[in-house]
């Protein structure tokens, strides 16, 4: 089975300036996660996709932050405009569904370095 | 709001040794407890999970975690450290009514030959 895609794995840009992170989930998973993983912390949802309707983007800063899961399959984040302390790594991950109880499944991450 | 504590930074363990990872939680409700592992330059693995039942969950690579209502807390075990084990290790927890899994800070695992 094959796993999580993300692309690409590093990105380094400068502040003030876009970037976009791709991913594709696990095939028959309907919910998607997207993590922002700074160095020396937990991951923190950014925001979460059940098919391709929100189901929880209230860590997302919306005035910078987009994401869409148009066909409910893969998904973009994207960051306009970028700033330093957006450095980290952006983690995508799939889940069969979005129960409390269900496990996610993690793709490698896009290491992001904002300069 | 939910949270994770793991309160120490770096473990560190001979090889062969018993490996132990600690984990508290915080949650409105019953709670739904994940461990992960982090690799170097790799995603987080997922590595058990307690929903219900049985306090003693068994994962992958020889790992289980015992979940302690009482002490809220879900520490990570291994009864035979591997060097292959130095990694990252994430607990995180869901709550019914909450579906955000929310992850605690991580620990790094040394395991040393």
């Known amino acids: 089975e094959a796993g999580v895609a993300q692309s690409p794995r590093y990105k380094i840009i400068e502040k003030r300036q876009s970037v976009a992170f791709w991913c594709n989930p696990i095939s028959g998973h309907a919910t998607l996660y997207w993590y922002q993983q700074i160095l020396g912390q937990g991951p923190k949802l950014l925001i979460q996709f059940q098919n391709n309707g929100v189901v929880d983007d209230s860590q997302l800063p919306k005035d910078r932050f987009s994401a869409e899961r148009l066909k409910g399959v893969d998904s973009t984040l994207k960051i306009q405009p970028a700033k330093l302390e957006d450095s980290a790594v952006y983690l995508c991950?799939?889940?069969?569904?979005?129960?409390?109880?269900?496990?996610?499944?993690f793709g490698q991450g896009t290491r992001l370095t904002v300069v | 709001a939910q949270s994770v504590a793991q309160p120490e930074d770096q473990v560190n363990v001979a090889e062969g040794n018993p490996l132990t990872v600690k984990c508290t939680y915080s949650?409105?409700?019953?709670?739904?407890l994940f461990w992960y592992v982090q690799y170097p330059n790799r995603g987080l693995q997922f590595l058990l999970k307690?929903?219900?039942?049985?306090?003693l969950v068994k994962g992958s690579y020889g790992f289980e975690a015992e979940f302690n209502k009482s002490q809220t807390s879900f520490h990570l075990k291994k009864p035979s450290a591997l060097v292959s084990d130095s990694a990252l290790y994430f607990c995180a927890v869901r709550s019914y009514g909450n579906n955000r899994l929310t992850f605690g800070k991580g620990n790094q695992v040394v395991v040393i030959p």
């Open positions: 991950a799939s889940s069969f569904k979005g129960g409390a109880g269900t496990e996610a499944f």
């Open positions: 307690y929903i219900t039942g049985d306090n």
């Open positions: 949650v409105s409700g019953n709670p739904y």
